[in-house]
């Protein structure tokens, strides 16, 4: 509170009178809310942790001829170097990642007797595509793994229940050529095998062509395991897509996964934000930290989450690092519904991409869509009325909320951060350089917390 005094004349006495003058505080405060009201699975997506094993199987027609040996693709899905087993491990902070079961030679396509009018074994069948023909595909190839190999089932069957499921062995198939993929449901989903009292469960079944990349194969395998949505240009073209900042999104390219997933999938915890103030984040490809901004008045339904994104020697393959604003609108809570479109999308910095450059099942670019201190253009104070890129909800309507100032880009990055009640001018700004901008201690703990395996070498 200011205090002033003031000298009041009554019927020809002096008087002092304390007039007490209320002031904004320096900082405000929201209601308050915690990480958990943010973090509880939604549309069917919940924390996946752990070692997956998985099974993949190389499989093509009768008339079709292989390119690639089986030790480039097991290398290129479990290798030591870049690869889908080590990206997964980078992405989720070593919460999560998946192993080799077994990958097996190049299995040859059988016709099946029983479906006279059907030859299994060609590759007019192998590579035929719509939902019945791709759904029913999951049982043939399970049952050319039993009929070809001596895959052990019941193995992976590890609490003895008489099933085999996705929580205990993964399945992937390669087939020839291509380099593209696809996750689709399974009909039947269960599928009799020797050794099992029951069978093998498959809810989803991930395919990629031979060439696929790495980065495909997770892509597919982030779809089967944990049941994520794409987040590139949608049919109708209304939907933009997130750019190449998440990985379902740029399916083939190496770009990590975005905060929204990783939080839910608790791989990261997330920071909510309840004063105004400067906010430091380490880069995400390292550390997992992402900041919560909200409106009490409107709910845990309609949010942003900030992230830093600075690749350095990571996963990441990103043109442009900086200051990542998503916007979330959690109202569709719908595993079998396109929920991931419709609650994930981005601020872009420099506008979203206009609709009559975007092209259906394509992630695009536009220009520098990260906003960043030092870039004109994308440096400016994001507001609900800032051009081109505004803090608005998704129906339009102002959040409430600002953020007045950008570090540059780097390993760490500031953002001054205005929540409701908004202020009608920027804040008083601070040099930065007064303080170097190096990586700070974490403020969530890693789960990297184990010392390295360190081998004693004896002395000579």
């Known amino acids: 509170m200011g205090h002033q005094f003031r000298k009041v004349f009554i019927a020809g006495l002096t008087t002092l009178v304390l007039i007490l003058h209320p002031s904004a505080p ?38 079709s001829t292989e390119s690639v040996s089986r030790e480039t693709i097991r290398n290129r899905i479990f290798g030591p170097a870049q690869s889908t087993s080590t990206y997964f491990n980078e992405i989720s902070y070593g919460r999560f990642n998946i192993s080799e079961a077994f990958v097996t ?33 999951a049982k043939w190839l399970i049952q050319a793994v039993d009929n070809q190999t001596s895959f052990n089932w019941s193995y992976f069957d590890n609490n003895k229940d008489g099933w085999v499921t996705p929580r205990e062995l ?53 779809h089967q395991v944990c049941k994520l949505k794409d987040l590139y240009v949608d049919g109708s073209l209304n939907y933009a897509g997130v750019g190449p900042y998440s990985i379902m999104c740029a399916s083939g390219a190496a770009i990590h996964l975005d905060p929204w ?30 900041l919560i901004v909200h409106d009490p008045a409107r709910g ?77 253009g994308v440096s400016y104070a994001l507001t609900p009325t800032s051009s081109p890129g505004k803090l608005v909800w998704r129906d339009g309507t102002s959040s409430n909320i600002a953020l007045w100032f950008y570090s540059e880009q780097g390993p760490v990055m500031r953002v001054y951060i205005d929540v409701p009640p908004r202020r009608s001018t920027p804040p008083l700004y601070y040099e930065f350089k007064k303080k170097p901008l190096t990586l700070e201690k974490p403020v969530w703990p890693s789960p990297r917390s184990t010392k390295p395996d360190i081998k004693r070498v004896p002395k000579n």
């Not at 209601?31 to 973090?39: K, L, R």
């Not at 939604?42 to 027609?61: D, E, F, K, T």
């Not at 269960?190 to 194969?217: C, F, H, M, S």
């Not at 999938?265 to 920071?271: S, Y």
Request: proline content about 7%.
């Open 261 to 290: 997933a990783k939080m839910k999938l608790g791989w990261l915890q997330p920071r909510v934000v309840t004063r105004d103030g400067w906010y430091s984040l380490n880069d995400v490809e390292r550390t997992p930290q992402a």
């Open 300 to 376: 845990t339904k309609d949010y942003f989450i900030l992230e830093n994104r600075w690749p350095g020697t990571s996963h990441d393959s990103l043109a442009h690092g900086g200051l990542v604003v998503w916007r979330i609108e959690e109202k569709h809570d719908n595993p079998n519904s396109d929920w991931g479109r419709e609650t994930i999308d981005r601020i872009w910095a420099q506008g979203e991409p206009p609709k009559a450059s975007r092209v259906r099942d394509t992630c695009p670019g536009n220009g520098i869509s990260v906003f960043k201190g030092n870039i004109p």
């Open 105 to 137: 030679d190049w299995l040859v396509a059988q016709d099946d007797p029983s479906t006279p009018n059907v030859n299994e074994s060609l590759k007019s069948f192998v590579h035929k595509g719509g939902a019945p023909y791709e759904q029913a595909k």
């Open 26 to 63: 320096l900082q405000k405060e929201t209601q308050a809310v915690g990480p958990s009201d943010f973090t509880k699975p939604y549309a069917g997506v919940y924390p996946v942790s752990g070692n997956r094993r998985m099974l993949v199987i190389l499989l093509r027609a009768q008339d």
């Open 170 to 222: 993964l399945i992937l198939w390669v087939y020839p050529g291509g380099d593209s993929g696809r996750s689709r449901k399974a009909d039947p989903n269960v599928i009799q095998v020797d050794g099992l009292k029951y069978g093998v469960k498959i809810p989803e079944l991930a395919r990629v062509g031979e060439n696929a990349n790495w980065r495909t194969i997770a892509h597919e395998l982030l």
